[in-house]
């Protein structure tokens, strides 16, 4: 058996930790208001608003294909009007904030680590530590509550382009009427399929730009490692969505 | 004052610093010399808490700097100027708002800020570059931004990374003014570190040289030109070492 001492000391025990430690510098850096508070809406542009036409067009092409695949699925079984519900339920529960996650951490969790870690390579962190600024504050706390803030926005904008993309192509490729869609996207619908997909958006906001920010921070050995650590961001952040998908499907279900 | 005492600082098997102490006097410019990987930036670093020695203490004004909390660390910082070796500037803000960035921290009024951003280019000779990116820039003129970015904070310290490495002569010249000259308007305590013995010269009051994690010796620019040790009287010189015999046959093109 694995001695404790030996399992704390090992690897992955080691990243827990360091990552347990970078949020909660975070978290203490938060109090810093006047570092973070005139860079947050500059980063909610930066990380949410351009990333609107990649989750959208993510959204138009999964709204269109889910609505041909239910079809292909039901005709002959099933009652028609349920691809409104099965185009509706997926994309909110699951394929709009999953995907866009997806999206969001290969384009915000690489640009994050790599503009940092190319920060911390050419000494810009240190510089920014010997002017007196808490680089916790300035370069971690903004990318972090902007992603928060941003992923369930921008999921928003994907789910309703992605099931208005659902709705169209019922109608004009699969003959079903508009009344059909809507009596099934209305027929299953509860609230909690809307918050539940923007809570999920939330917390896979905050585990990219977390992530991404870590990573960028313990980038060293130049070029190549600035590509290392970008790559180990956008890998670890799309584990941490699929993980994230799975702890809330445990607890909200 | 800065007081190095005993510092011990390794990076995993890799021992940099074994035991440095050293004293830098107020009001003069303390040139720390040594071979490239010998620790000095490591060194320097210790002053503004940038690392954390293994053992021994950096004291700054009689506060042992890896004491201090998080508000006295952002005090002590306050007092000190650090000019980096290839100047890390913000490459996404302009000249005029890499000054700013220290001052906007300091909480002075917009109209001071300005009047700082302004009087610090001036004196490094770059009044036309505010709104530049640091990309426009040579080598050497970001170096000089970088010596008006710390300058502009009214530093008690200002601390001095390789100010010279990788310029040309004349250039290197114009930094070595450069800092005389902030030393004698400003009335700052530098540390400056090098292996330029030309710049060396110049600028130091004093000089030390840093040897396998210690300071091997500390003397004026008289005392240091006149040394006998051998080790300082070769790195003083240029001479190569080809005691290693795999040198001596790499450089005459043979095998050892």
Redesign the interface.
């Given at each position: 058996m694995t001695h404790p001492a030996r399992l704390r000391d090992s690897a992955p025990a080691r990243q827990v930790a360091g990552f347990g430690t970078f949020a909660l510098d975070a978290a203490r850096a938060l109090r810093d208001r006047r570092t973070w508070g005139p860079l947050l809406l500059e980063q909610m542009r930066r990380l949410g608003v351009e990333s609107v036409p990649i989750a959208l067009f993510i959204a138009l092409f999964t709204g269109i294909v889910l609505a041909l695949l239910s079809k292909y699925i039901f005709t002959g079984a099933v009652p028609i009007y349920f691809v409104g519900t099965l185009v509706g339920k997926a994309i909110m529960l699951e394929l709009g904030p999953v995907l866009t996650g997806m999206a969001l951490a290969g384009r915000v969790g690489a640009n994050i680590a790599a503009e940092i870690g190319t920060?911390r390579v050419?000494?810009?962190v240190?510089?920014?530590?010997?002017?007196?600024?808490?680089k916790h504050a300035y370069l971690v706390v903004p990318r972090v509550l902007a992603g928060t803030l941003m992923f369930p926005v921008v999921t928003a904008l994907a789910i309703a382009l992605g099931v208005t993309a659902g709705y169209f192509t019922s109608l004009n490729l699969l003959d079903l009427s508009s009344a059909e869609f809507v009596k099934g996207l209305q027929i299953f619908y509860k609230f909690k399929d809307i918050w539940y997909g923007l809570v999920k958006a939330a917390s896979f906001g905050a585990a990219v730009t977390l992530i991404g920010c870590l990573q960028g921070l313990a980038t060293s050995g130049g070029a190549a490692g600035v590509g290392r650590r970008t790559t180990l961001a956008v890998v670890y952040g799309c584990e941490a969505i699929l993980v994230l998908d799975a702890f809330w499907a445990v607890v909200l279900l | 004052m800065i007081r190095f005492e005993h510092v011990h600082k390794a990076f995993g098997d890799k021992v940099v610093l074994d035991g440095l102490s050293l004293e830098v006097p107020e009001g003069q410019t303390t040139v720390l010399l040594g071979y490239s990987g010998s620790g000095k930036s490591v060194t320097i670093k210790h002053v503004v808490g940038l690392l954390t020695p293994d053992a021994g203490a950096v004291t700054v004004d009689d506060q042992v700097v890896h004491e201090l909390d998080w508000e006295g660390l952002t005090e002590l910082r306050s007092r000190i100027g650090y000019v980096f070796q290839f100047a890390a500037l913000f490459d996404s803000m302009t000249v005029g708002d890499n000054l700013r960035l220290g001052l906007v921290r300091r909480a002075l009024e917009p109209g001071e800020i300005q009047e700082r951003v302004e009087q610090s280019l001036r004196l490094v000779g770059l009044s036309d570059t505010e709104d530049r990116y640091p990309a426009e820039l040579s080598g050497g003129m970001r170096k000089r931004v970088g010596v008006a970015r710390a300058i502009a904070l009214r530093p008690r310290y200002i601390l001095y990374d390789e100010p010279t490495t990788g310029l040309d002569p004349v250039t290197s010249a114009v930094i070595d003014q450069l800092m005389i000259r902030v030393r004698e308007e400003l009335g700052t305590t530098a540390i400056v570190v090098t292996h330029d013995m030309r710049s060396a010269y110049t600028v130091g009051d004093r000089i030390a040289m840093l040897y396998e994690g210690r300071i091997r010796q500390v003397g004026t620019v008289q005392e240091i030109q006149e040394t006998d040790d051998p080790v300082v009287r070769q790195f003083i010189e240029g001479r190569p070492s080809l005691e290693d015999p795999r040198d001596a046959a790499a450089l005459s093109g043979g095998s050892a």
């Amino acid at each position: 058996m694995t001695h404790p001492a030996r399992l704390r000391d090992s690897a992955p025990a080691r990243q827990v930790a360091g990552f347990g430690t970078f949020a909660l510098d975070a978290a203490r850096a938060l109090r810093d208001r006047r570092t973070w508070g005139p860079l947050l809406l500059e980063q909610m542009r930066r990380l949410g608003v351009e990333s609107v036409p990649i989750a959208l067009f993510i959204a138009l092409f999964t709204g269109i294909v889910l609505a041909l695949l239910s079809k292909y699925i039901f005709t002959g079984a099933v009652p028609i009007y349920f691809v409104g519900t099965l185009v509706g339920k997926a994309i909110m529960l699951e394929l709009g904030p999953v995907l866009t996650g997806m999206a969001l951490a290969g384009r915000v969790g690489a640009n994050i680590a790599a503009e940092i870690g190319t920060m911390r390579v050419t000494e810009q962190v240190d510089a920014l530590e010997t002017l007196a600024y808490d680089k916790h504050a300035y370069l971690v706390v903004p990318r972090v509550l902007a992603g928060t803030l941003m992923f369930p926005v921008v999921t928003a904008l994907a789910i309703a382009l992605g099931v208005t993309a659902g709705y169209f192509t019922s109608l004009n490729l699969l003959d079903l009427s508009s009344a059909e869609f809507v009596k099934g996207l209305q027929i299953f619908y509860k609230f909690k399929d809307i918050w539940y997909g923007l809570v999920k958006a939330a917390s896979f906001g905050a585990a990219v730009t977390l992530i991404g920010c870590l990573q960028g921070l313990a980038t060293s050995g130049g070029a190549a490692g600035v590509g290392r650590r970008t790559t180990l961001a956008v890998v670890y952040g799309c584990e941490a969505i699929l993980v994230l998908d799975a702890f809330w499907a445990v607890v909200l279900l | 004052m800065i007081r190095f005492e005993h510092v011990h600082k390794a990076f995993g098997d890799k021992v940099v610093l074994d035991g440095l102490s050293l004293e830098v006097p107020e009001g003069q410019t303390t040139v720390l010399l040594g071979y490239s990987g010998s620790g000095k930036s490591v060194t320097i670093k210790h002053v503004v808490g940038l690392l954390t020695p293994d053992a021994g203490a950096v004291t700054v004004d009689d506060q042992v700097v890896h004491e201090l909390d998080w508000e006295g660390l952002t005090e002590l910082r306050s007092r000190i100027g650090y000019v980096f070796q290839f100047a890390a500037l913000f490459d996404s803000m302009t000249v005029g708002d890499n000054l700013r960035l220290g001052l906007v921290r300091r909480a002075l009024e917009p109209g001071e800020i300005q009047e700082r951003v302004e009087q610090s280019l001036r004196l490094v000779g770059l009044s036309d570059t505010e709104d530049r990116y640091p990309a426009e820039l040579s080598g050497g003129m970001r170096k000089r931004v970088g010596v008006a970015r710390a300058i502009a904070l009214r530093p008690r310290y200002i601390l001095y990374d390789e100010p010279t490495t990788g310029l040309d002569p004349v250039t290197s010249a114009v930094i070595d003014q450069l800092m005389i000259r902030v030393r004698e308007e400003l009335g700052t305590t530098a540390i400056v570190v090098t292996h330029d013995m030309r710049s060396a010269y110049t600028v130091g009051d004093r000089i030390a040289m840093l040897y396998e994690g210690r300071i091997r010796q500390v003397g004026t620019v008289q005392e240091i030109q006149e040394t006998d040790d051998p080790v300082v009287r070769q790195f003083i010189e240029g001479r190569p070492s080809l005691e290693d015999p795999r040198d001596a046959a790499a450089l005459s093109g043979g095998s050892a």
